[in-house]
């Protein structure tokens, strides 16, 4: 399994539906208010484990958003695997200019993430779990 081409939802700050192809989404377009709207989002880590107790391998991957401006904003997704079939069931944005270095799924469907932001960098640990296809903050 690898998430390359699934369709993915963000809903903050703002909603954002694409599909990845070959790993990233790219739009940059004319809106009806006439502003130029550019959105870039790519893969970056995946780890993988039973997130809904069916014992099938599910994911959750990490995904770089930017729209343009300086910064880039890191969300995690968690993708259920149902017989086979992938689809993105929740997603959480994590913040801006992060760096991930751990992203686990534990033996009981916890996710681990452990991430360095802000200036000066600090170190942050969280535990998530995914109830009613929902990321919720353990």
């Known amino acids: 399994f690898h998430p390359c081409n699934l369709p993915f ?6 909603e954002l539906t694409f599909t990845l192809v070959n790993g990233s ?12 709207v ?15 107790d069916d014992g099938d391998d599910d994911a ?11 910064g880039f904003f890191t969300y995690f997704a968690a993708v259920i695997n149902n017989d086979g079939l992938h ?9 801006e200019d992060v760096g991930i270095s751990r992203l686990e799924i534990s033996e009981h469907g916890e996710i681990k993430i ?25």
């Open 60 to 70: 959750v991957i990490t995904l770089s958003h930017t729209g343009g401006g300086s």
């Open 38 to 52: 550019y959105n870039w989002v790519g893969f970056g880590d995946i780890a993988t484990g039973d997130l809904d």
């Open 87 to 95: 689809n993105n069931v929740d997603s959480m944005m994590i913040g």
């Open 25 to 36: 989404f790219k739009e940059n377009y004319i809106n009806s208010d006439e502003m130029r």
């Open 9 to 14: 939802l963000f809903r903050e700050p703002f």
């Open 114 to 138: 452990r991430y360095a932001h802000g200036k000066p960098k600090q170190v942050v640990s969280e535990r998530y779990l995914l109830e009613d296809n929902k990321i919720i903050l353990k």
